[in-house]
Nanobody, 121 residues
Framework: QVQLVESGGGLVQAGGSLRLSCAASGSIFRINAMGWYRQAPGKQRELVARITSAGSTNYADSVNGRFTISRDNVKNTVYLQMNSLEPEDTAVYYC???????????????WGQGTLVTVSS
């Protein structure tokens, strides 16, 4: 069974930085893409950033230029460097991975448990 373990959330003042990490463990043949989503209170979950196996990235307009997603394919880990944080970035951040468990498996999606990021003004 594949699990995603997130870390790095916490409380930070506006203008500060945080780095989130998400490590995947278990039976993994190939990771297609990894990403970060977030959900603020009373709002729907939204895509923050995503990175493919080839290294292509895409970002939400609201974080473009402030956040950077990267991945370590050896460690099966994805990172989210968040700079110039704003109170509007306050949310639970979820890691997401699209992968295959074996060469014959279909693509499967798995989610982390979430890590809370709170940005104070």
């Amino acid at each position: 069974q594949v699990q995603l373990v997130e870390s790095g959330g916490g409380l930070v003042q506006a203008g500060g930085s945080l780095r989130l990490s998400c490590a995947a463990s278990g039976s993994i043949f190939r990771i297609n893409a990894m990403g970060w989503y977030r959900q603020a209170p009373g709002k729907q979950r939204e895509l923050v950033a995503r990175i493919t196996s080839a290294g292509s990235t895409n970002y939400a307009d609201s974080v473009n230029g402030r956040f950077t997603i990267s991945r370590d394919n050896v460690k099966n880990t994805v990172y989210l460097q968040m700079n110039s944080l704003e109170p509007e970035d306050t949310a639970v951040y979820y890691c997401n991975m699209d992968f295959r468990a074996t060469v014959l498996s279909s693509n499967v999606e798995v989610w982390g448990q979430g890590t809370l990021v709170t940005v104070s003004s």
